[in-house]
């Protein structure tokens, strides 16, 4: 019924041949390199990438209740409220930047933001149609995130050893201060895996039931992983 009303609603603004055709979903634990794949994903297909971590990010930095109430809660790796980032994730879906298509980056991260966001886009007549798992042993994770540094604008990451920027804390390509995120510190990032092994890996088998999950060895080269992953989004 409501794929019915989400469609007949297009036909009457017009909009019958516009339904986005790449819907998806990256899904995996902190460190598995999705905001890396999100940029080339972002250039090569030309959909939006939505990260609810990055607009949490964006929202913290507000000198209001909510950003105080939001920054407290990203510094001790718990979660933010559903109902926020629902809220988050719905407006942006409607914007410019979303209409050729969308990968949702950190949402949604548990069994009630799933279910919603699926609500929501049968709604549309969109249902999500790709959910890339990115696979990474926790000990590759840890060793990820404690050297992570961070270009805030572009989303490009560096590795104090892995990958090292050409000079010390700077973007090769603007030259702007790299950043750490206060996160990224063992104690928080211990808390962050428990919670995506309690909350978020469930969602693994609720994509996999409905068959649109697709798996992927993150632990591979980017180029590689890049690859892999671009052969979902093609078809
Ligand atoms: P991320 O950049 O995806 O690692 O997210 C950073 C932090 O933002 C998380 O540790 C949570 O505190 C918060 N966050 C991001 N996405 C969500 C979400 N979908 N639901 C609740 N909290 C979130």
Redesign the pocket.
């Known amino acids: 019924m409501a794929t019915f009303v989400g469609a007949v609603k297009r036909y009457l603004s017009g909009e019958a041949e516009q339904r986005r055709s790449i819907r998806s979903i990256l899904l995996g634990p902190?460190g598995a390199g999705k905001g890396t794949q999100a940029i080339n994903l972002k250039e090569n297909f030309g959909i939006c990438h939505l990260?609810?971590?990055d607009m949490?990010r964006a929202i913290a930095k507000e000198d209001s209740p909510l950003g105080k109430k939001v920054a407290n809660?990203?510094s001790s790796?718990?979660?933010?409220t559903d109902s926020l980032?629902i809220e988050i994730i719905e407006a942006n879906l409607q914007s410019e930047a979303c209409k050729l298509g969308f990968m949702l980056d950190?949402?949604?991260?548990n069994l009630v933001?799933a279910e919603k966001l699926d609500e929501y886009l049968v709604g549309q007549d969109e249902p999500l149609n790709n959910v890339v798992e990115f696979k990474v042993k926790d000990d590759i994770l840890v060793e990820r995130i404690s050297g992570r540094m961070i270009h805030q604008s572009s989303g490009r990451t560096y590795h104090e050893v892995f990958a090292p920027p050409k000079v010390e804390m700077t973007d090769d390509v603007t030259g702007e201060p790299l950043m750490k995120r206060p996160?990224d510190n063992p104690t928080v990032l211990s808390r962050?895996l428990d919670i995506y092994h309690e909350q978020t890996a469930p969602l693994i088998s609720f994509y996999e039931k409905k068959g649109i999950l697709r798996s992927v060895d993150a632990m591979q080269s980017p180029e590689k992983v890049f690859e892999d992953i671009s052969v979902h989004f093609k078809q």
């Open positions: 902190p990260s609810t971590g949490l809660t990203l790796g718990e979660l933010v980032v950190g949402f949604p991260r933001q996160d962050r």
